[in-house]
């Protein structure tokens, strides 16, 4: 059985910055990728990044390029996401996600497992 569970989630400064984790059991981390989700109040959840079996490929949504990085260490079986100048708008629950391929993919119904989410709140 899957199970992914985030942490590093809190409360930030606009301008602060913030590394979520995302800790991976239950199957051969190294063979999928791996993504990062999010849901602000009253939205809809979207694509944040996602990075790809051995971390050389990965995608980012518009509004967070240049400011957040995903990166994967699978000896660790740990999938991350550095997020820097962080904006009020960044204010979410972000979600940490698999799927049953080993490529990048950047909407919601690609991935087949979720974490429970850690709220990132950033004040201004």
């Known amino acids: 059985q899957v199970q992914l569970v985030e942490s590093g989630g809190g409360l930030v400064q606009a301008g602060g910055s913030l590394r979520l984790s995302c800790a991976a059991s239950g199957r051969t981390f190294s063979s999928y990728a791996m993504g990062w989700f999010r849901q602000a109040p009253g939205k809809e959840r979207e694509f944040v990044a996602a990075i790809s079996w051995g971390g050389r490929s990965t995608s980012y949504a518009d509004s967070v390029k240049g400011r957040f990085t995903i990166s994967r260490d699978n000896a660790k079986k740990t999938v991350y996401l550095q997020m820097n100048s962080l904006k009020p708008e960044d204010t979410a629950v972000y979600y940490c996600?698999?799927?049953?391929?080993?490529?990048?993919?950047?909407?919601?119904?690609?991935?087949?497992?979720w974490g429970q989410g850690t709220q990132v709140t950033v004040s201004s």
């Open positions: 996600a698999t799927r049953d391929s080993s490529l990048v993919a950047d909407t919601l119904e690609r991935f087949n497992y």
